[in-house]
């Protein structure tokens, strides 16, 4: 049980970085979410949809109203602020991954 | 009532929490996001409004829900829950101690409110500042080194109540407070305390018996002195019971407030560091 719990923690502290990442290309909440799963990162509805909402109101993403299809949705896009943001933080990351490479072995 | 119906009146109650400026542009998003949701699960079965509600639930209550698109407001933030558990105790225990009974609840009641109205509004300023309050370093008394003038007057002040209390001056005691049920046991208990105090002055270091003994002690020296003034018929002369136990029963109350006191260091307590080995010479 605990463990499960310190791997979401894990999970919970690279949300982020995996929702910038993966709107280069417009999504609205549900596909977000089917395409984080299906990439192996499932998020809970009620983690993902506020958590796009504030990147929203930090800046990182965009966002406009499609109501064209039977039911309206609300596509994000990062911004230019959010590319820039994506890009320091990829490289962040990596980073971070060649620290845990060398501490893990 | 439908599955929409369902998500409609959760989207509603997620929604009122909101401040008016993202409420309706939430409300349409979430609802949006539900019902496609509950229609892409692959059962037929999941269209329904039991398969809505056990959706929602898994989601989590509305309030849960709205704190996600908005932290809330809090009257006392988790982080002083401690510090308002500690003011409303204290403040409850003060109050019934000085107030009369018939105002007691009201005193409370008025405490806890104003308790709420300060906290709500530190948490209100740390809200539009989380800069506000930063933490200042203060002294830290060890508490196991014994002060000597403290406690000298200590053992002046109880060996004074126990003077006057074997000696009260022009005053009579009444038949009824001589008897040996009534005045020889808080002299014990006084006569403990001074020993106990001497003890710990010669030690020149309290330990955690001797705190807790003295704790006791006093608990139960106050709970004397307010029981000899609730039974009454103590002096001779009962205008004279009517004039000076008022101000044993303030004694009493005192009594009670530095044992209070006395209780919450203890609960508080931070051991001191052992010590460090001298470096050789």
């Given at each position: 049980?605990?463990?499960?719990?310190?791997?979401?923690?894990?999970?919970?502290?690279?949300?982020?970085?995996?929702?910038?990442?993966?709107?280069?290309?417009r999504q609205y909440g549900y596909s977000l979410r089917q395409v984080l799963s299906a990439a192996g990162m499932p998020v809970e509805e009620g983690t993902l949809y506020p958590l796009l909402r504030r990147l929203e109101t930090q800046g990182l993403l965009e966002s406009t109203w499609d109501t064209d299809g039977a039911s309206p949705r609300r596509y994000y896009?990062?911004?230019?602020?959010?590319?820039?943001s994506l890009a320091r933080m990829s490289e962040s990351w990596r980073q971070q991954v060649r620290v845990m490479d060398s501490l893990l072995e | 009532m439908n599955a929409d119906d369902v998500i409609e009146s959760y989207v509603h109650d997620v929604a009122r929490r909101l401040p008016s400026r993202k409420r309706d542009d939430v409300a349409y998003e979430l609802r949006a996001l539900l019902r496609e949701d509950l229609r892409s699960r692959s059962d037929p079965a999941d269209g329904t409004a039991e398969a809505a509600l056990a959706m929602l639930?898994?989601?989590?209550?509305?309030?849960?829900?709205?704190?996600?698109?908005?932290?809330?407001?809090?009257?006392?933030e988790p982080s002083d829950t401690w510090s308002f558990l500690v003011a409303a105790m204290a403040g409850g225990f003060v109050v019934w101690l000085l107030c009369p009974p018939e105002?007691?609840?009201?005193?409370?009641?008025?405490?806890?409110?104003i308790l709420a109205i300060l906290f709500g509004a530190r948490s209100l300023i740390l809200r539009r500042n989380p800069g506000a309050f930063a933490w200042k370093p203060r002294r830290v008394r060890h508490a196991d080194r014994v002060s000597r003038a403290g406690l000298a007057a200590q053992l002046l002040a109880w060996s004074a109540l126990l003077a006057v209390y074997l000696n009260p001056?022009?005053?009579?005691?009444?038949?009824?407070?001589?008897?040996?049920?009534r005045m020889p046991w808080l002299v014990a208990i006084l006569a403990l305390q001074l020993g106990l105090l001497a003890f710990v002055l010669a030690r020149g270091r309290w330990q955690r018996w001797t705190r807790w003994t003295r704790l006791v002690l006093t608990v139960e020296v106050a709970l004397q002195l307010g029981w000899h003034c609730s039974y009454g018929d103590v002096f001779a002369d009962p205008a004279t019971d009517e004039r000076v136990l008022p101000w044993v029963a303030a004694v009493s109350g005192v009594l009670m407030l530095i044992a209070g006191y006395l209780f919450y260091r203890e609960l508080t307590r931070v051991n001191p560091a052992p010590a460090e080995p001298r470096p050789a010479t």
């Open positions: 049980m605990t463990v499960e719990k310190l791997e979401a923690e894990l999970r919970r502290g690279v949300l982020v970085l995996a929702v910038l990442s993966r709107l280069r290309t896009r990062l911004s230019p602020d959010g590319q820039r | 639930r898994d989601l989590g209550r509305p309030a849960e829900t709205a704190a996600r698109y908005h932290r809330p407001f809090t009257v006392i105002l007691t609840l009201m005193a409370a009641l008025a405490w806890f409110g001056g022009p005053l009579t005691y009444s038949d009824s407070f001589l008897s040996p049920l």
